[in-house]
């Protein structure tokens, strides 16, 4: 059964660090695109990163400086890098993945359950 797993979330203090981990079973993302999105309560989901199967990133403007995407295919792992941490950053993170050989614009096949980031002194 493919799926999508995500790890790393926990409550971390304004300015902390956290990495979120994302790995893949029953599927190989080495062709796929991949990304992180995050949805706070009662805002729409946001892109936060995303990282091409060449390794090209992009970054949202709020987390750029701040938030590395990184892909491992030798590992089938994809993980986000998450510093200086903001309260505004509090939200569930979501790792997905597009279709091989496709954007993520294109809509995603797999996506995983979640993880939950709480920044908050």
């Known amino acids: 059964q493919a799926r999508l797993v995500e790890s790393g979330g926990g409550l971390v203090q304004p300015g902390g660090s956290l990495k979120l981990s994302c790995a893949a079973s029953?599927?190989?993302?080495?062709?796929?695109?991949m990304g992180w999105y995050r949805q706070a309560p009662g805002q729409q989901r946001e892109l936060v990163a995303s990282?091409?199967?060449?390794?090209?990133?992009t970054h949202a403007d709020s987390v750029k400086g701040r938030f590395t995407i990184s892909r491992d295919n030798a590992k089938n792992t994809v993980t986000l890098q998450m510093n200086s941490l903001k309260p505004e950053d509090t939200a569930v993170y979501y790792c997905?993945?597009?279709?091989?050989?496709?954007?993520?614009?294109?809509?995603?096949?797999?996506w995983g359950q979640g993880t939950q980031v709480t920044v908050s002194s």
């Open positions: 997905a993945s597009s279709w091989p050989y496709r954007a993520l614009n294109s809509g995603y096949r797999y």
């Open positions: 990282i091409t199967s060449g390794g090209s990133t």
């Open positions: 029953g599927i190989s993302l080495r062709n796929n695109e």
